[in-house]
């Protein structure tokens, strides 16, 4: 726990004591009262750097911990909550936030919310309560002192708020999406209630399923027959169909009440709507209706408590056996049986492979494709691609050299086959080309997106080029690279594509592989200009935002700067295609500038020479110029046949298809590129002939006309206007 100073401590017991006797009486509490007792606690104002506004309102929200704890309301039945409703009518408005309050959801539970949550929970004389992100109390403060209280709360000054109003409970630090493992030494609970934040999570930053995370962790943690009262998002709906992540929540309990709340938080600075959730771990029954409500008080008078579940015993502790006697016989009695299921065990694993010092044999050519086959290795076990993949003749007939890295992936991962050896080798070869580096020492040219060799400059990491057609699965091999180095601590990678709609793919990818949705994380969840406030996860982002700027801001600068200069994680451009042609060069319409986004996609490895660089892309070069953003490949500079990219670019387009064929050869026999496809083997079609009528021939031919008009004017204007004028007249 951070040091907290001793000053700080007293001021917020001097002022909780103060708005503890405001709280006493009858009178409302004002923010002029909050910051009066503020001032008269800590001896000055805000201005003098003492206290903040929020302050005011954390120790206002511990006063009323500590006045419920000494003065505590009768909550036996649903009305009985009207009185929690009338003493927030006395408190101010929350009207001030803080970034840490943000950052961290840290909106704590209205008191008459609180109250009905109690009432919901129908607390038993020998419960044990568990609140997994418990803030200030508030959601327990009308549990009564002598409940058996669990207290979990990341704040460190908040937990400190805890320990002195709840002195018997047991208080934590621990993330609540992980609460089920973090208490596993303490006695489980038989009710739990929670309001975990909606969409932040420890580590992850933005996470839309983070209140689900909380409640599946705490329903794990719940006994058996125990209730589970949660305040949770509005999208969180019970009445979900199978397969969706809130179904799958709720598939081993029973939801027993569901509650939509309007305006519920205005009090507590927002309008949001919530939903009260009643839930019993045990099987069966219905969901019930939600009941929909814009008041507490109007909800109280016809609200119902549904009936708690009677709690199974203990299992007992095994105890010492009884002695036996030498003057009588011992009666043994057969053990029934009983079933007995081991553990899921997912552990990290080696990928084992058999290197070979002969290339695997040739597979038979079927006109100029060749069927795959991993030429240096032998997987012990690992499961056949779904479809048959090819290559061509070219790129078979060379072999892969013999590599020897070993990746590290969940063992079900490799023994449930749900990667095959195709894609197991992609793996491979691109952790055996991340461990080589370029010839040469370097540092980012002043101007531009060239690298120049300097003695004070840096070592850049080679990268890997992945070619493979639709269909073999790019999506999940970038996704098996990325978890490979995760599991071996570099928890920081980025995944570029093309679209924002690619989102959802990603984490289907990385969650089919072990990983968890709230890993993969949008640059869009941050203003541009705004620090990443992500301190593991796959950051995902897009070439149109990659090369977005406004004013001396830039999403490239904001990646780069949390990536940090010491960054060795995957950065894995899927559609590399979409950076081609950086360097500019001739197009079929004259001289082209070279591409933005492509320019900062260059600029981003540039700056990160330890980063491990996987291109992916199907089309990797329909024009060698498009292969300048592939700067990790070595194909030009210190060592090779080309002292730079323009030389490069000029010679090979000199040699034509056969010259980029060669450098395709020679990428696959240095391990730094892989391109495979499906086979057609097998596959049918028909021809289907449509029969254009008189009507379509005139208006494709009037079409056809205007075309060649364009065509052979190019950007003359009188041209272009006849050409318009004529399909409009058609």
Request: charged fraction near 20%; include cysteine.
């Amino acid at each position: 726990m951070p040091a907290i100073p001793d000053a700080l401590i007293l001021g917020e017991q001097r002022a909780a004591a103060i708005l503890g006797d405001r709280l006493g009486s009858t009178d409302p509490i004002t923010r002029a009262d909050l910051s009066a007792a503020m001032m008269q606690a800590f001896g000055g104002s805000d201005a003098d750097g003492l206290w903040t506004q929020r302050d005011s309102f954390e120790i206002l929200e511990h006063a009323l911990v500590q006045h419920l704890g000494l003065r505590p309301l009768s909550l036996r039945k649903p009305c009985d909550v009207a009185a929690a409703c009338d003493l927030l009518d006395r408190l101010p408005t929350h009207t001030v936030r803080s970034e840490e309050q943000v950052e961290w959801q840290q909106f704590s539970t209205p008191v008459d919310l609180a109250a009905l949550a109690v009432v919901l929970a129908d607390i038993q004389p020998d419960d044990i309560i568990l609140e997994p992100s418990a803030g200030n109390g508030l959601l327990v403060a009308h549990c009564g002192r002598s409940a058996t209280l669990q207290l979990n709360e990341l704040a460190p000054r908040r937990r400190i708020r805890l320990t002195q109003s709840f002195p018997d409970a047991l208080v934590t630090g621990h993330d609540g999406a992980l609460i089920d493992a973090a208490l596993a030494a303490a006695p489980r609970p038989s009710l739990v209630l929670m309001n975990p934040p909606f969409s932040r999570s420890a580590g992850r930053g933005a996470d839309r399923h983070a209140a689900l995370r909380h409640l599946a962790a705490a329903l794990r943690r719940l006994r058996p027959g125990g209730r589970l009262v949660a305040v949770m998002p509005e999208w969180f709906n019970p009445h979900a169909r199978i397969g969706d992540p809130t179904w799958t929540g709720l598939q081993h309990a029973s939801l027993r009440a569901s509650i939509r709340l309007d305006k519920c938080y205005l009090r507590h600075g927002t309008s949001i709507s919530v939903r009260l959730l009643v839930i019993d771990r045990v099987g069966g029954g219905e969901v019930p209706p939600t009941i929909e409500s814009g008041s507490i008080r109007e909800l109280i008078a016809t609200l119902a408590v549904p009936s708690r579940a009677p709690l199974p015993p203990l299992p007992a502790q095994p105890g010492r056996p009884a002695a036996i006697s030498l003057f009588s016989a011992a009666r043994a009695t057969r053990p029934r049986p009983r079933p007995c299921h081991a553990p899921v065990r997912n552990d990290v694993a080696a990928v084992r492979y058999s290197a070979l010092d002969t290339p695997a044999p040739l597979l038979g050519q079927v006109g100029v494709y060749l069927p795959y086959r991993p030429s240096r290795i032998r997987f012990e076990t690992a499961g056949e691609h779904p479809t048959a993949l090819v290559e061509s003749v070219a790129m078979g007939s060379i072999a892969a050299p013999i590599p020897r890295y070993v990746p590290l992936l969940p063992e079900r991962t490799v023994s449930h086959r749900l990667l095959s050896a195709s894609q197991l080798e992609t793996v491979v070869y691109a952790g055996h080309a991340w461990s080589q580096f370029l010839p040469g020492k370097f540092l980012p040219a002043r101007e531009g997106a060239g690298l120049e060799e300097s003695e004070q400059g840096h070592a850049y990491r080679k990268g890997y080029f992945l070619g493979d057609g639709t269909g073999a699965g790019k999506g999940r091999q970038v996704a098996a690279c990325i978890l490979d180095n995760w599991l071996q601590g570099r928890r920081r990678n980025i995944w570029v594509t093309k679209n924002e709609m690619l989102l959802e793919d990603a984490r289907r990818d990385w969650t089919a592989l072990g990983g968890l949705p709230g890993d993969i994380q949008p640059l869009s969840n941050w203003k541009i200009d705004q620090p990443l406030a992500l301190e593991q996860g796959v950051l995902f982002v897009t070439y149109p935002m990659l090369r977005s700027a406004r004013g001396a801001s830039s999403r490239l600068q904001q990646i780069i700067q949390w990536a940090g200069p010491d960054f060795e994680g995957v950065i894995g451009f899927d559609e590399a295609h979409e950076m081609g042609g950086v360097g500019g060069g001739e197009g079929a319409l004259g001289r082209k500038e070279g591409s933005l986004q492509g320019l900062c996609g260059v600029l981003l490895q540039n700056n990160l020479p330890g980063a491990r660089i996987l291109y992916a892309t199907a089309t990797a070069a329909s024009d060698v110029n498009n292969l300048a953003y592939a700067v990790r490949l070595g194909l030009w500079g210190p060592e090779t046949a080309f002292a730079n990219r323009e030389q490069f670019i000029a010679d090979i387009r000199k040699g034509g298809i056969a010259a980029m064929e060669l450098v395709a050869r020679d990428l696959k026999a240095l391990g730094l590129y892989t391109a495979r496809a499906l086979s057609f083997d097998g596959v049918e079609y028909e021809i289907l002939r449509h029969e254009l009528t008189p009507g379509q021939i005139a208006i494709y031919d009037r079409y056809a006309e205007a075309w060649a008009v364009l065509c052979a004017a190019r950007h003359k204007m009188p041209y272009r206007e006849e050409a318009v004028m004529r399909r409009s007249a058609a």
